[in-house]
């Protein structure tokens, strides 16, 4: 038996390196691997056991103080130790009720070490195309397969690929968009960390598809670990031959390299992102041009996204048209989703196009945490927009997620319950598009700032009458007239709530309430005399001393001193803190 | 490149292919707002003015980047448009900062270029600041000398130490300009048509003199024997001798304007017959009555109107006072009638007023002046009874007051302290509490429900179909002369749209304006006011000959040298004031927090100032692809970011040749040459 400690960013986050160091101690090199991320953030830090190429046990919430117990279990071979650890029926339906594909050997090789990725059948699909297919053939196999961009506009793919292959240019290029900036998005993190040369094998046959001679990948310096991991996988299929010149001893030649990205939201824009790979400013430039004409330095250049990429091995390997038999008919194949929030079972998830939302959440994510009630789904990102549960039998398609007001997006799927106010959601989204605009444009620049303004002073209690008609007539305005993606959507977040829940709009302005009770300016926290049993508890943990009381009598709160922080009615025990 | 056609705003144009939407559109004459566009440089969208709107396309498009296609028919002033342009404006209006006229022009009712005369004072060209006075104000002597200013009052040289002297430059470049060769204004050529004017003071001077450099015939008539109103008759000789009126007046009349004197309206001719006789009228006939202070006694004889005082004197009349003189108000009139008071040989000269000095809404300088001159004043009283004997004024009756809480207008309000009175034994009460309109003769036209006749504040029609109306005779009744000044030139230039067959509604100009304390000015040198000089009380008081003794030449360039200049150098070149005029859009609707910068004077020869910059980013491109020089740069994100020399070091500067491309390429007045 060996083991695989999984070895994602959210996995060493929550404690993996110190459980795989603790390992290394008890247990021989070969005995011992890393993986990279299955997806199950909920259950980090994961152990995998395997009796060769079988997983035996997958062992969740391991702790440093478990490596003992689980060397030994696998020096006895007798899993029986390890028992409490194993993961439990109902956690495993979050990944058996998924179809995996971009994800599908995520968490399961060794991101570090390309023969893992060789003996999955790795490069098989390069082999293919450079042996047996035209470029022609592949656009037209990517084609059948109905393969659109996964970064957020859903557009065909094999259509870009067809226009930068017929575009006239000294030099074509294409380039890997890596930038993910989607709060609460992680997918393509995922995939680099942990199968990097997908990605890169999907890249080359995009490369060999449009003629492009070099390929860029553009990742965000926020992700040291997938830079590393695939710096890693590039020198690998370098010195193997699946990079640089005559590939595979074909005709084909092309290299690839990493561009680390400072970390500009607006460099996911694929202009903005040309712009920022030529070393300037990441500012959008004006369309057309499009890129597939005059790109990076003004050559013929294909930009797609990670996740893109990453299923066009698998399309090549099982025909463009297993992947169109998966979807609607407008949508198809799979899509990852970034499932957080008040999710039961947060993680990565991969499913086939046309589930419902609410099997989503509820089957594979196990509804929402701590009992509490849905109240809505944020898809997209700040370029995104809310579903609320009226919707939740809408089925994930380009078409049907756009008429609700939200976007597919890049896969960000935030979950809410009753206790998010949408209101200050909405804020957050603005705050974040108002942050990360690059200024360029009027629209965005001003407008959102002065969006972000109006919904400050509306959690703030000072919304004032003709605020909401304010509000919509600059969403309007500003989808109209920003120059690029991220101004024309900036809106979406406060257009859906207010589509949705335009009476918790109302009660902010008109009532000065805030109906999720969380804006602070609106709420206040009072002890019920009749619940309180004086434990003491929550004047000690108050950081401002607003709270007195005897022992075992009941406490009360001085609101002129409250920061309303809420850390009391947190702690109490016993249901007596009430905001209101 | 081939010809193709396409249709901008159902009218067929041909353009190259290859050509922008905008290139086409401006080849066929067909204007599309920009701020950032410039053919010297490469296209950069960022304004989102040029957004136009195409058939089949569902995005709005903008026109600086869109290529014209064969069969294209193009709208560029649809709804959607104008609204999207339109909220692009009012977004960059709402975080641009500064002062795009100075806080003295804003405040000046007839909206004179303080600033810019001011600036010509200093550099001693009397001649050139006449030339942009008398576009807003024929008579600058008469009124550089009563102007109570309102340009001084917001004046922001005060945030470092005092007000400019602004009324008494004017009064000075005036005097300058009368003495020889005096400033002609270019009249137009005769349009025929004819104008009355109802008055002859500050307001219908003003207007017959706007209305005259149109073309027009302008006959005015008054009732009185000479032209001047209210400074001929309600202002004392020492505060404007009549000789320098007279000689403005003269200016006026120079240009053809006809005057009629001792003409009576109603009883020698009557309206109607006016409208009848004449293309339009105009009322200015000003405030004329006394208001009744509404106290027993009053019809005693040696109760006489303030401004019946005033008139009788500058009619030459020595009106019998006798020696012991109660004045009752506390405005400028009452200032004007117990100093008159004074010279008329009065002893013992008592201003009656209910509040303290600080609510005194006379001028300060008055109040000083009229102490030094030995008036008394009894603040906190009010006349309560006018007690004669005879039927001759022997006493008044004052009741104490004490101030009790503001009223609406800020002021503290005075209550009667009850019981408690004193009593002042005098020959005359002089009551100047208030003037009211003496509408006789004006059949026919509105009034409002204080008796005032009612004009429309933009269009200054009255109710009949060529009457106008302005001045203290209209909607809130007396004021100052520069205000009705300012509504005769703006009057006169709708009387002229109304006879050339057009209506011009006046639509005030757009500007921003900004909050600054005195922390913001620390680091200026103080350079106190010029003080002016003039006459010892002692020798003041006994006669009526002006007070002040006026400037050296040397005096007013030195004080006219004070000016901030607060308002932009750019303000006439502006595209972003021109945009937002022509859209008629609020500056203030999409206002919000905005960040404040200091200006910077990095490039020697360049002053930025970021609070105007509209980050069209044209000095950057200009720059770069012009000057091949790449100094400037952005800095930050989003609504954060500035324009920044690069790095900001000595080979910088060395770099920047001053070409001033940058300067020129700026749209708005973001970019000074120095």
């Not at chain 2, 041909?14 to 440089?41: F, H, N, Q, R």
């Amino acid at each position: 038996m060996r083991i695989a400690v999984g070895q994602g960013s959210c996995g060493i986050a929550a404690g993996a390196g110190k459980v795989y160091d603790a390992l290394s101690k008890l247990l021989p090199k070969e005995k011992l691997g890393i993986t990279g991320c299955i997806g199950m953030c909920f259950l980090e830090p994961i152990v995998d056991i395997y009796e060769e190429d079988r997983l035996v046990a997958r062992l969740v919430h391991v702790a440093e103080a478990d490596a003992e117990k689980i060397a030994e279990a696998l020096k006895t071979n007798d899993l029986s130790l390890v028992e409490n650890l194993k993961i439990s029926k109902e956690d495993e339906s979050f990944l058996t009720k998924q179809t995996r594909i971009a994800l599908r050997h995520c968490g399961i090789i060794n991101p570090m070490d390309m023969e893992d990725y060789i003996k999955v059948g790795g490069y098989g699909a390069l082999s293919k195309v450079l042996t047996t297919m035209s470029p022609e053939d592949v656009i037209e196999t990517i084609k059948i397969s109905g393969l659109a961009g996964r970064g957020g506009a859903g557009f065909p793919t094999w259509f870009k690929w067809n226009a930068a292959r017929n575009a006239t240019g000294d030099k074509k290029y294409l380039i890997c968009n890596a930038d993910e900036g989607d709060p609460g998005a992680f997918m393509d993190r995922a995939v680099i960390e942990s199968d990097p040369h997908n990605l890169i094998e999907g890249m080359l046959i995009a490369a060999y598809a449009i003629g492009a001679q070099e390929a860029v990948v553009y990742v965000r310096a926020e992700y040291p670990l997938a830079i590393l991991r695939l710096e890693n996988a590039i020198k690998e299929a370098r010195e193997n031959g699946f990079l640089g010149d005559h590939i595979l001893r074909s005709g084909f030649s092309c290299d690839m390299r990493i561009k680390a990205g400072a970390g500009a939201f607006v460099c996911g824009e694929e202009t903005a992102l040309i712009e920022s790979l030529e070393g300037s400013r990441g500012m959008p430039r004006l369309k057309p041009p499009f890129p597939a004409n005059a790109g990076y330095w003004q050559e013929p250049s294909n930009i797609n996204n990670v996740e893109t990429f990453a299923n066009v091995a698998w399309i090549i390997e099982n025909g463009g048209e297993a992947f169109a038999a998966m979807g609607t008919e407008d949508s198809k194949g799979t899509k990852v989703f970034a499932l957080t929030g008040k999710i039961a079972r947060g993680g990565l998830v991969e499913i086939p196009m046309g589930m419902t939302l609410r099997s989503v959440i509820y089957e594979i994510g196990g509804g929402i945490r701590d009992g509490g009630t849905f109240k809505a789904v944020q898809m997209g990102g700040p370029s995104g927009g809310c579903i609320p549960e009226a919707l939740l039998d809408t089925v994930i398609d380009y078409k049907k997620l756009g008429a609700t007001g939200a976007i597919m997006g890049s896969g960000g799927m935030v979950v809410m319950d009753e206790h998010t106010c949408m209101v200050n959601m909405a804020k957050f989204f603005l705050d974040f598009t108002t942050n990360e605009s690059c200024g360029k444009c009027v629209h965005c620049r001003i407008g959102t700032k002065r969006m972000s303004e109006i919904l400050n002073r509306i959690t703030h209690g000072e919304g004032k009458d003709g605020d909401i008609e304010l509000l919509e007539e600059l969403c309007m305005a500003i989808k109209d007239g920003a120059l690029c993606g991220l101004g024309q959507t900036a809106p979406n977040p406060v257009l859906t709530t207010l589509r949705y829940f335009r009476n918790e709009y109302e009660a902010h302005i008109n009532d000065k309430k805030c109906p999720a009770k969380e804006c602070t300016a609106l709420i206040s926290y009072r002890i019920d005399e009749n619940k309180c049993k004086g434990c003491t508890l929550c004047a000690k943990r108050c950081p401002v001393g607003a709270i007195f009381g005897e022992v075992k009598a009941p406490h009360s709160i001085d609101a002129s001193a409250c920061i309303k922080c809420g850390q009391c009615a947190s702690v109490c025990r016993f249901g007596a803190v009430v905001t209101e | 490149m081939a010809d193709i056609q396409l249709f901008i705003n159902d009218t067929e144009v041909t353009a190259k292919a290859g050509d922008t939407i905008l290139a086409a559109a401006k080849e066929a004459g067909i204007e599309i707002p920009t701020l950032c566009y410039d053919e010297s440089v490469k296209v950069y969208g960022a304004c989102g003015l040029c957004l136009v709107e195409a058939e089949g396309v569902p995005k709005l498009l903008r026109a600086c980047s869109s290529k014209v296609s064969k069969g294209m028919r193009v709208s560029t002033q649809t709804p959607r448009v104008e609204k999207a342009r339109r909220i692009a404006l009012e977004l960059l209006m709402g975080a641009h900062q500064g002062d795009c006229l100075g806080p003295c022009t804003l405040n000046c009712p007839a909206g004179t270029d303080a600033q810019g005369y001011v600036k010509k004072i200093s550099e001693g060209d009397f001649h050139g600041a006449i030339e942009i006075i008398k576009e807003k104000l024929p008579l600058p002597a008469s009124i550089g000398r009563v102007c109570p200013h309102p340009c001084e009052t917001v004046c922001r040289r005060k945030l470092v130490e005092e007000p400019i002297s602004i009324a008494f430059l004017k009064a000075f470049a005036a005097d300058e300009d009368l003495k020889e060769n005096t400033y002609r204004a270019v009249a137009h050529a005769a349009t025929g048509k004819k104008v009355a004017i109802i008055g002859g003071g500050p307001a219908g001077l003003t207007a017959a003199y706007f209305l005259r450099l149109e073309g027009h015939s302008v006959t005015i008539f008054d009732a009185m024997p000479k032209m001047g109103g209210m400074l001929r008759y309600g202002i004392p000789e020492y505060r404007l001798p009549k000789a320098v009126l007279d000689r403005e007046i003269e200016e006026i009349v120079q240009y053809g304007v006809e005057l009629k004197n001792n003409v009576r309206i109603g009883s020698d001719i009557t309206l109607s017959q006016l409208q009848a006789d004449f293309d339009a009228v105009l009322i200015a006939i000003g405030a004329w009555k006394s208001m009744p202070m509404g106290v027993d006694g009053e019809e005693l004889s040696g109760v006489i109107p303030g401004i019946e005082l005033l008139r009788r004197v500058a009619l030459g009349e020595k009106p019998a006072i006798g020696k012991r003189v109660a004045v009752c108000g506390g405005g400028n009139t009452a200032m004007d009638a117990c100093r008159t008071a004074v010279r008329l040989g009065a002893e013992e000269v008592y201003v009656v007023y209910r509040r303290t000095r600080a609510e005194m809404p006379a001028e300060q300088i008055e109040i000083e002046e009229a102490m030094e001159e030995g008036v008394t004043f009894k603040f906190l009283t009010n006349p309560a009874e006018i007690i004669g004997e005879d039927g001759k004024v022997k006493e008044i009756k004052l009741q104490v007051m004490e101030l009790g809480a503001p009223d609406a207008s800020g002021r503290r309000s005075p209550v009667p302290v009850e019981g408690c009175f004193e009593t002042l034994p005098v020959d005359s009460v002089i009551m100047a509490i208030g003037q009211k309109v003496d509408i006789t003769g004006m059949d026919g036209v509105e009034t409002n429900k204080r008796g005032i006749l009612a004009a429309d504040e933009r269009s200054f029609r009255t109710n009949l179909p060529n009457v106008f109306a302005v001045g203290d005779a209209t909607n809130r009744g007396a004021s100052i002369a520069i205000a009705a000044i300012g509504e005769a030139n703006k009057a006169a230039r709708v009387i002229d749209g109304f006879l050339m067959g057009m209506e011009i509604p006046y639509r005030a100009p757009i500007v921003s304006e900004q909050t600054l304390t005195e922390e913001n000015f620390k680091d200026r040198d103080k350079m106190p006011r010029a003080k002016m000089p003039c006459r010892s009380p002692e020798e003041r008081k006994h006669d009526f000959c002006e007070i002040n003794l006026g400037f050296s030449k040397e005096a007013v360039m030195e004080e006219a040298k004070r000016c901030l200049s607060c308002g932009c150098h750019d303000y006439h070149d502006c595209k972003l004031i021109y945009y937002a005029d022509k859209y008629g859009i609020d500056t203030k609707r999409m206002a919000g927090e905005n960040e404040r910068h200091e200006k910077e004077q990095k490039l020697l020869c360049i002053e930025r100032d970021q609070n105007k910059c509209v980050l069209c980013n044209l000095c950057v491109r200009v720059c770069d692809e012009v000057a091949q020089k790449g100094i400037l740069g952005l800095v930050g994100r989003g609504f954060q970011t500035v324009i920044r020399p690069e790095f900001n070091t000595a080979q910088t500067i060395e770099c920047c040749k001053n070409c001033m491309k940058c300067v020129q390429a700026c749209p708005t007045g973001a970019l000074k040459m120095l």
